[in-house]
Nanobody
Framework: EEQLVESGGGLVQAGGSLRLSCAASGFTFDDYAIGWFRQAPGREREAISCINPSDGVTYYANSVKGRFTISTDNAENTIFLQMDSLNVEDTADYYC???????????????WGQGTRVTVSS
């Protein structure tokens, strides 16, 4: 059974940093598109950063480009999202996802974690 468990969320001041982790079990990354999504209150869930291992291409939403970095530790089967220069607009619930089906570089119709909340104060 595929499982994803996020951690690392919390409260941070604007300008600060957080690193989110997503521990995966039941599968390995080799054939999976993996990514981070977020959903802010009253807004739809959006893809913010993804990796498609089939071609190694990464995707970053314009809103996070240059501030967030996605990475993986294949030995630990863990996905990371380093978030720097956080601002109040980054406040959201953050989810990791994985799928053998990719829409561009992002996972489509796959497994989801339970989410971790990030709150950025001004």
């Amino acid at each position: 059974e595929e499982q994803l468990v996020e951690s690392g969320g919390g409260l941070v001041q604007a300008g600060g940093s957080l690193r989110l982790s997503c521990a995966a079990s039941g599968f390995t990354f080799d054939d999976y598109a993996i990514g981070w999504f977020r959903q802010a209150p009253g807004r739809e869930r959006e893809a913010i950063s993804c990796i498609n291992p089939s071609d190694g291409v990464t995707y970053y939403a314009n809103s996070v480009k240059g501030r967030f970095t996605i990475s993986t530790d294949n030995a630990e089967n863990t996905i990371f999202l380093q978030m720097d220069s956080l601002n109040v607009e980054d406040t959201a619930d953050y989810y990791c996802a994985a799928s053998t089906i990719a829409a561009g570089s992002c996972p489509y119709d796959g497994s989801w974690g339970q989410g971790t909340r990030v709150t950025v104060s001004s």
